[in-house]
Structure formats: structure tokens, C-alpha cells
């Protein structure tokens, strides 16, 4: 369902509505084209003329803060006007349908909207009905996908670590809760990562999930042997319902990444999260920002990932950076 939304007839991208069957020469093209834009803006003047005269609507009925505000500085890095509708204030508590306000808004001549929804398929939804040339880019929705979080996840490991497809990665957490999960799943194996590794209690672990071709392990410290990236997962607690845990505080000891499971990593393996962090549940405080962290990474990054996603769905590339042919600035295969 989703390659023919995502993708126009030439291939280029549409849409960003999940990571499933995104080619890889356009997912390392993402990547090559945040690469350029952080050389870009890594002066005083941050500002390109890429999305000049275009409107952004971030379109968010869940609370963020990293992602709806990563999105707006994208957006506003490339000169673009950006509308950030506060949907619980908004019609929608009136009675609006979710098509109501997308043509709304749509007659207000948006160019792009950034979606949020608690509702697996609400991004598919909207881009299924809406008119052409106005683009859906998904911020999350509901357990199913967060593509730009893996877009930028999939940048970071690439900066520090080079090719996923030579590394062990372990993912570790609340996956069954987790878009994030599932969409760095999708983008590690479209690169060729041979080693995904899901850690989690029983649970906590999705039925099937070793069909995406990941392994599964209920020991953390089995899980985490010599792999390079631990890629830590938040404890989705308004998503639980019913007792998935005895307490966090289990969910600690058992799963959560101590000082002393940090002192048996390999020497070189890094550590992300996509935050918000929940202090002393998946990791101890004191290791969050450490120099093998790249949480903070993480968050810069989303800035560049989102700035190429929007510049190569909406092609603009009159001026600026965009004109230019994509030099792989962070690094081929």
C-alpha cells in the first residue's frame, strides 16, 4: 500500500509515510543530501532559500516537543513559513473530521503536512485524500511508523560508526509499543545490517517479530554482547494497557543500561535513544550524555534528516544547495 503513495512514477519520493520498501538508493540519498545541508548551515547564517514561498503545517494530535520543534526549525532553516496547528484547541474538538480540517487547511494553499496521530494509519489516510501536489510527511502514528526518527537514527549510526550493514545492532525495550522500533528495523535491513537484535522481556516483545529478521533475546546481557550500537527504547507507559511490568523499577535491573553493563560493552559501541529519556528505567542517568552517547547527536541530526526529506519531497531546488548533484558529503556504501 504504501510504495505507490511514497513514490511518484519516476521513483522520487512523494510522500513519507513509513520506511517499508523505500529503495536503498533513495533512503542513502536522504542521508547524503542532511550530510550536505550540515555542511550548509554549519556557519553563522543558518538560513537557505530552498522552501521560500512554501507553507508547512505541523499537523500534530499527540504532544511532542523534540519532534514538532526538530521540524519546525527544519522547515524554517529552508525559509519556509510554518503553521503549527494546536489541534486540541482547534475545530477538530468541535465536531471536524480529519478530512475536514486537511481540506481546510489545504485551501489555505499548505504545501506540506507534517502529521502526528495516536492512530496507526492516520498518515496513510490523509495522504490517500489529499489533493495533488500537497504533500503528507509522517511524525508518527500510533505503533506503526516514525520514518524520519529512523531516517536520522540510520544518519547518526552512519556519522560515528560507517555502513550499518557490518554492524550488530540491539534494540532494547518497550518494542511492541514502539514505532521507532519497527521503522529502524525497516531501515537497518534495507541497508544490510545482518544483525538486528530486539532485547526486551516476553512481554514487551511483538508476536512475529522474528519475521522482520531480527533476533530475539529475553537477557540483556546476552543481548548486548559485542555489539556495536544499543539502540534504547522509552517505556511507553500511556500505551500499556493492562501490567506488562512488575514495576520500573524491575524493568531496570533486568533491561535498563547500568554503569556496569555500560563497563562490559565493546570499547567502541555507542549508545542512542529517542527520547524523552526516562532517568534510572533505561538507562542511568549519569551514562545519558556520556561521550559514547550520541543522544544529543540524535537531535541535531533530526534537524538535517528533516530538512532533506522536505527539500527532496517538495524538489525545491531553484537555489542554493539543492541545485547541486549529491555529492555523498556523509559517505556512500
Known amino acids: 500500500m504504501s510504495r505507490p503513495l511514497q513514490l511518484d512514477p519516476q521513483g522520487r519520493l512523494r510522500h513519507l509515510l513509513s520506511m517499508d520498501e523505500l529503495p536503498r538508493d533513495l533512503i542513502v540519498s536522504i542521508l547524503d543530501r542532511a550530510a550536505e545541508f550540515s555542511e550548509a548551515v554549519s556557519g553563522p547564517d543558518k538560513k537557505l532559500p530552498n522552501l521560500r514561498g512554501r507553507t508547512i503545517v505541523n499537523l500534530f494530535f499527540e504532544p511532542s516537543t523534540r519532534t514538532r520543534s526538530t521540524f519546525e526549525v527544519a522547515a524554517k532553516r529552508l525559509s519556509a513559513d510554518v503553521i503549527n496547528l494546536q489541534v486540541s484547541a482547534s475545530s477538530t474538538t468541535k465536531g471536524e473530521t480529519l478530512l ?144 506488562f511490568l512488575p514495576s520500573a523499577a524491575e524493568f531496570h535491573r533486568d533491561f535498563g543500561l547500568t554503569r556496569e553493563r555500560f563497563a562490559r560493552l565493546k570499547p567502541d559501541a555507542v ?36 530538512m532533506a526529506v522536505m527539500d527532496m519531497i517538495l524538489e525545491s531546488r531553484e537555489s542554493g544547495i539543492g541545485n547541486r548533484e549529491s555529492k555523498g558529503g556523509g559517505g556512500g556504501f
Open 100 to 243: 475536514d480540517t486537511l481540506k481546510t487547511m489545504e485551501a489555505m494553499q499548505a504545501d506540506m503536512f507534517v502529521i502526528r496521530h495516536d492512530a496507526s494509519g492516520a498518515a496513510h489516510f490523509f495522504a490517500e485524500h489529499a489533493a495533488p501536489g500537497v504533500a503528507i510527511l509522517n511524525a508518527g502514528d500510533g505503533r506503526h511508523a516514525h520514518p524520519t526518527q529512523a531516517l536520522l537514527d540510520l544518519y547518526t549510526i552512519r556519522a560515528r560508526k560507517g555502513d550499518p550493514a557490518g554492524l550488530r545492532v540491539a534494540i532494547v525495550g518497550d518494542v511492541l509499543h514502539s514505532r521507532v522500533a519497527r521503522s529502524d528495523i525497516h531501515g537497518l535491513r534495507i541497508l544490510g545490517c545482518k544483525d538486528i537484535r530486539v532485547v526486551a522481556p516476553p512481554t514487551l516483545v511483538p508476536a512475529g517479530i522474528e519475521h522482520m529478521g531480527v533476533r530475539v533475546f529475553h537477557s540483556l546481557d546476552a543481548g548486548l554482547d559485542g555489539v556495536d550500537v544499543v539502540m534504547l527504547l522509552r517505556l511507553q507507559k500511556e500505551r500499556m494497557l493492562g501490567a
Open 271 to 306: 549508545v542512542m535513544h529517542p527520547g524523552p529519556i526516562n532517568r534510572g528505567v533505561e538507562i542511568s542517568g549519569d551514562l545519558a550524555y556520556s561521550e559514547r552517547s550520541l543522544i544529543l547527536d540524535q537531535v541535531a541530526n533530526g534537524i538535517l534528516v528533516r
